[in-house]
Nanobody, 124 residues
Framework: QVPLVESGGGLVQAGGSLRLSCAASGRTSSYYFMGWFRQAPGKEREFVARIRRGGADTSYGDSVKGRFTISRDNAKNTVYLQMNTLKPEDTAVYYC?????????????????WGQGTQVTVSS
């Protein structure tokens, strides 16, 4: 098991910003994908964003495109999710994940390791 520890969640007003961080105990460069998912109460876990090992290849869920940005700092073994123009519907627990297999990286089954999650609450 490779611990992933998320931080940066909290309460923010609609239109505000937050930056989530995910610190990995191992080298993030060893994972083919690092990704972020979220889960709201009563809903399935939803793909938010993912970034491939080299950092140039990113993908986003339709609901966050143009507002969220994923990045990684392999020297710090950390992945970030910059969230701008937040909406109440962005309220969820956000999970960091790491995958070692070649895949599209947009499904939960593409990932091997998960963090415990960090709560993001956006008030209207």
């Amino acid at each position: 098991q490779v611990p992933l520890v998320e931080s940066g969640g909290g309460l923010v007003q609609a239109g505000g910003s937050l930056r989530l961080s995910c610190a990995a105990s191992g080298r993030t460069s060893s994972y083919y994908f690092m990704g972020w998912f979220r889960q709201a109460p009563g809903k399935e876990r939803e793909f938010v964003a993912r970034i491939r090992r080299g950092g140039a290849d990113t993908s986003y869920g339709d609901s966050v495109k143009g507002r969220f940005t994923i990045s990684r700092d392999n020297a710090k073994n950390t992945v970030y999710l910059q969230m701008n123009t937040l909406k109440p519907e962005d309220t969820a627990v956000y999970y960091c994940a790491a995958g070692q297999r070649t895949s599209l990286g947009v499904s939960t089954s593409d990932y091997d390791y998960w963090g415990q999650g960090t709560q993001v609450t956006v008030s209207s």
